[in-house]
């Protein structure tokens, strides 16, 4: 059975950092690229962040130099170090492969003082 498991996710004060996991399990995961997506109430969901197989990172305009994306193909895992967290970055943040799997329930993000 293929799952996707995100975990991490909590209440931040403006400025601070989370980090953010999900671990993929019952599907290869080393060949694939992993992405991090969000959704803030009453909005769409976007792609935060990208890794391919290789490595190889994109990140949102709204990421850049604050996020980081990494990951553990050994684990199964993809990571996002979030820093200098706004209160803009609050959403259920999610991650699935390229092509997709079926959708975890995604961690909630919440920047608040």
């Known amino acids: 059975q293929v799952r996707v498991v995100e975990s991490g996710g909590g209440l931040v004060q403006p400025g601070g950092s989370l980090r953010l996991s999900c671990e993929v399990s019952?599907?290869?995961?080393?060949?694939?690229?992993m992405n991090w997506y969000r959704q803030a109430p009453g909005k769409e969901r976007e792609l935060v962040a990208s890794?391919?197989?290789?490595?190889?990172?994109n990140l949102a305009d709204s990421a850049k130099g604050r996020f980081t994306i990494s990951r553990d193909n050994a684990k199964k895992t993809v990571y996002l170090q979030m820093n200098s967290a706004k209160p803009e970055d609050t959403a259920v943040y999610y991650c699935?492969?390229?092509?997709?799997?079926?959708w975890g329930q995604g961690t909630q993000v919440t920047v608040s003082s």
């Open positions: 890794i391919n197989r290789s490595g190889g990172t």
């Open positions: 019952g599907t290869i995961f080393s060949m694939y690229t």
């Open positions: 699935n492969r390229s092509p997709p799997l079926d």
